[in-house]
């Protein structure tokens, strides 16, 4: 009996381990050193988490693993960059100088949230998928460069009627993007975050030379489903956010000066600019309309004049035409007296513009273009400056319903997308000079490109 109560004693000591020791009879009664309160709890504490605690160790496990894995892509991105990513696959791309041209490729611990400010790497963003279609033109090749760093998924809608793979063709054998050869007249199914439209032959002597396409390209007389109609159908359909390119076109020879986004334009309906003008003043109505009527997200960007490396070589814009001239020894053809004033904006301040406009939270219309203004002399100047001294000028008829001023009131993109352009014609010329000679001896050489 007194071996079963001593047992159980025993027992039930272990079992609580308040003491170890058993009194018995024939002991002295003695005072236990007194043990510090964690070397007791310890060990036991330990046990217990290690015996009956196992589904907290394997909560905590997973956390520190996702967390590794969350970190992981932004550590990398702040590790130095791989030149080899970044350089250019055909000599027409090499820039002389480090320049606004590529201004993103400097390594940085902050990477650009659409020019609306930094944010700091790592502080999460989610990475898109986008459609950029007229992504091998010479706006989209620039924005499609700066969303594929920004770490996006961007798929290229072009039918190359004025775009040419040699813009984009640096990204081939990039897993996050693809080309697609494609109509926007045609409609087409995909599944994106965001759609840029852009697609249209911009310029007078791509949109003169095929007017009737280049309306059915924006927008749809016959209730057929083209151009826009297409695109905002597709946006509606997948929930994407849509962002239309318009012009300062909508503006047409103005009666305001500079252009606020409140006015409504002075536009020739008959004209032969109208193609363009009143087709992208259709594509901003169908863009509103699917905004209102149906829901879609939406977002409008009024263009003014940009320039930069890939535009056309002779797309009659004037400062490619300039430019051209300018490297290929001929006269730089003013058109009228050269007193219509224009105001000139670099391609990569538009591409932040535009990626601003998409990542904010208002429709607009917004003006993106440079407020710096200059007439056709003043800019016939600035090319030979900049290109050859001894250029000469020749004068030639005004086009119909050329614009007499052109220059964009941007204080509603400066308040609202916190955007204005940086860089000025005196710096962005030289950069686009680059590119034009490269691709204008390789025309020489017989090698073609337009
Ligand atoms: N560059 C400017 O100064 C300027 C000014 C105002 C507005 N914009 C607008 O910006 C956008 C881009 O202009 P850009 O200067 O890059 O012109 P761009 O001609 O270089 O690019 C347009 C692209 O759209 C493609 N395209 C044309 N029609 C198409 C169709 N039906 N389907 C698929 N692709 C088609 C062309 O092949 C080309 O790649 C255009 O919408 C233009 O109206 C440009």
Redesign the pocket.
Known sequence: MKQLHKLSTTTHHRRDEESPTILTAHQPYSPKAQKHPYSRSLPRSLSYLLTEQRLLFIIVGILIGSTFFILQPTLSRLAPPDPDRRRPSSSSYVPTSVSYWNRESVSSPYRSWGGSGRVPAGVGRKRSRIVV????????SHLVDKLLRRGDDVIV???????RKENVMHHFGDPRFELVR????EPILLEVDQIYH??????PV?YKYNPVKTII?LMDYKTNVM?TLNMLGLAKRIGAKFLL?????VYGDPLEHPQKETYWGHVNPIGVRSCYDEG?RTAETLTMDYHRGAGVEVRIAR????YGPR??LD?G?VVSNFVAQAIRKQPLTVYGDGQQTRSFQYVADLVDGLMALMEGEHVGPFNLGNPGEFTMLELAEVVKETIDSSATIEFKPNTADDPHKRKPDISKAKELLNWEPKVPLRDGLPLMVADFRNRILNEDEGKGNK
């Open positions: 279609t007229g992504g091998a033109g010479f706006v989209g809608i072009d039918n190359f009627f004025t775009g494609h109509d926007v007249v852009l697609a249209c032959p911009a310029s791509h390209s151009g390119t318009s012009t300062s076109e992208k263009i003014f004049n940009t535009m056309c797309d814009r």
